[in-house]
């Protein structure tokens, strides 16, 4: 059944992997099965909480004012816990896989992933266990592509170039693209960056949104095709869009505006569909062969923290007036899914597993709204019984019989 599944997934930010196919800093990306993979700016499966020989650790009391990381750090809310485990009121450095790549050592990796139980046959226990699907059985076929943007601040060089190793341990080296020499920051890198048509809080939109030191020269490689064509590999032809002409080239592609393909947001609160008695959102853009009846294929697209509703790009570009539905607005896979036959699916509003508590707001998952790579959800945040990796799932459902 697995095998036979034509999904592909990306996550344009941060953090989880889904079934078949990944992602964004890889951290829960060996979760699922994987035939194909994208990830870009991403580090190692379970990196985040990962503590390394010789590394040094923090007091849980410390903050980002005192150390070198990423905010928020906050009381040890950012690193709940260590494997193995931290002494007594001590925990790791936040972002040390970003911001310290050379600490990570790929082997003591390795066998982190292989100390994590491995699903059976059993479907029942791979959907709702802390359990991994065997990544010596499922990896090998798999084309990975990871991208890192030369100038990106936040993602430190290095950083996916260990996620890329960790890959390799499992993957033949053929079968992984590092593309880690655009200069661009974090981001999927798409056309209409880096010409300067777009600004925001007084910058060039690239810099303002994506982690990025200095001026990208541009103009960067689609991301969105370039992923697609590795991922497929030679076999498998990748048609070129439909419109691929200056005026695309040069601003915010709105092939949403097409009457020919569907593009639509779903809430879904039924009481058989809802997970944990939560209710399920998500985007899909559903190209016009698809809702005709053609066989299609599916790509997950994760979004990053604070993005949808929260990205600035429809608050620059479109004046506030869509702000929840700014990724249907900017997508550049849309106009390859359009020429490819391809259902793309977009997860929004990771649930916060500290809702309705008074430390909602904090950790990764808190005011940040990010997908889990922290460890937020608990222990079995990178397995297939994790809390998001589970909500990933359902979204993939319900879409699917939509």
């Known amino acids: 059944e697995k095998n036979e599944n034509h999904i592909t997934s990306c996550a344009t930010s941060h953090y989880v992997s889904v079934r078949v196919c990944v992602v964004l800093y890889c951290v829960l990306c060996v979760a699922v099965v994987l ?125 996916v170039g260990n996620a890329a190793a960790l890959f390799g341990r499992y993957i033949p080296k053929e079968q992984i693209l590092l593309h880690n020499t655009m200069k661009i920051g974090h981001a999927t890198p798409m056309l209409w960056m880096c010409r300067g048509n777009l600004w925001y809080d007084g ?9 990025q030191h200095g001026h990208c020269p541009g103009p960067p490689t689609d991301g969105a095709g370039e992923c697609l064509r590795w991922v497929w590999g030679e076999e498998t032809e990748v048609r070129e869009p439909y419109y691929w002409n200056k005026w695309y080239q040069t601003k915010i592609p709105t092939d949403w505006l097409s009457q020919y393909h569907l593009h639509t947001r779903f809430e879904i609160s039924s009481e058989d569909a809802k997970l944990d008695g939560r209710s399920l959102e998500f985007y899909m853009h559903i190209p ?29 570009y479109w004046g506030g007036l869509a702000p929840k539905d700014s990724r249907l607005l900017t997508s550049n896979f849309h106009v390859w899914a359009a020429s490819n036959r391809i259902v793309v699916v977009y997860p929004i509003s990771p649930f916060n597993p500290r809702q309705g508590t008074e430390n909602e707001h904090l950790g990764a ?27 990933i799932r359902r979204t993939l459902e319900l879409a699917m019989r939509t």
Not at 89 to 101: A, E, Q, S, V
Not at 119 to 138: E, F, G, H, L, Y
Not at 366 to 382: L, P
Request: hydrophobic fraction near 30%.
């Open 288 to 316: 016009r062969d698809c809702r005709k009846g053609f066989s299609c294929r599916v790509h997950i697209v994760l979004y990053g923290c604070h993005d949808a509703p929260h990205n600035p790009l429809s608050h620059a």
């Open 203 to 211: 910058r060039p939109m690239d810099q303002a949104v994506g982690h």
């Open 35 to 159: 035939l194909l993979l994208l990830s870009c700016s991403s580090q190692p499966y379970g990196c985040s909480v990962v503590r390394f020989s010789n590394e040094s650790l923090v007091s849980r009391e410390s903050s980002c004012k005192h150390l070198d990381c990423a905010p928020p750090y906050t009381a040890g809310w950012a690193v709940p816990f260590c494997r193995p485990p931290c002494p007594v009121n001590l925990t790791l450095r936040y972002d040390h896989c970003k911001f310290f790549p050379e600490d990570v050592k790929i082997d003591e990796l390795k066998a982190q992933v292989e100390s994590t139980p491995i699903c059976n046959n059993s479907v029942a226990q791979s959907k709702t266990q802390d359990c991994i699907d065997d990544p010596n059985a499922n990896l090998f076929k798999t084309r990975a592509y990871l991208f890192r943007g030369a100038l990106d601040d936040g993602y430190r060089e290095g950083s």
């Open 365 to 391: 998952t808190g005011d940040k709204a990010c997908w889990d790579g922290y460890g937020d959800a608990g222990e079995n945040f990178a397995t297939q019984g994790g809390l998001h990796i589970r909500q």
